[in-house]
């Protein structure tokens, strides 16, 4: 079983080899910050559990010096791993825990005009988040990468729309 932030690394690496920093690239340029828990520094950490677990293999290549960037390279058992968990990942419908729906299980403890100003606050903020991903979604972008974003979109859009319905 591969977590969120495994599986986002070696998914990139199975794309190509790659180094930790270009993974961190990739990570922000496609906007994955905004779905997965996978800061720079734990590259390099979810890089070294995959290597261990045999999933990644460094790329045997001479480097100029003993701190020049690692690239990683994903190993056919990697490959195997990426495939099953991404599929997994995809058909098998999981809770999620909006900590929104926390809040409004306790809403009655707001007073009123402090809720209708909450809302108010989320509907901007989901707006703000709309304007965002539409910005940075690219249409040159690989079809898999426009899925996310277009799936990022309906939800941000769904949640807007329910949002305008409470007003």
């Not at 690496?13 to 496609?30: A, I, K, M, N, Q």
């Not at 010096?65 to 991404?86: E, N, P, Q, S």
């Not at 403890?109 to 209708?116: H, K, M, Q, T, W």
Request: charged share 30%; net charge neutral.
């Amino acid at each position: 079983m591969l977590t969120d932030a495994e599986l986002t690394v070696l998914g990139l690496v199975v794309e190509r080899p790659r180094h930790g920093y270009e993974l961190d690239e990739v990570v922000s340029e496609r906007g994955m910050r905004e779905w997965t828990a996978l800061g720079f520094s734990s590259i390099y950490y979810v890089l070294g559990k995959l290597r261990d677990r045999g999933l990644v293999a460094e790329v045997a290549e001479e480097r100029a010096h003993a701190k020049a960037k690692k690239t990683y390279t994903a190993t056919d058992a990697g490959r195997r791993a990426c495939a099953a968990a991404a599929e997994a990942a995809i058909a098998e419908l999981r809770p999620v825990h909006p900590p929104v729906l926390v809040g409004l299980a306790n809403s009655p403890a707001i007073p009123p005009g402090r809720l209708a100003a909450a809302l108010a606050r989320r509907a901007e903020a989901v707006e703000e988040r709309l304007d965002e991903v539409r910005r940075a979604a690219r249409a040159d972008a690989p079809p898999f990468v426009r899925a996310i974003f277009d799936y990022s979109l309906k939800q941000l859009e769904a949640e807007a729309a329910w949002l305008k319905g409470l007003a």
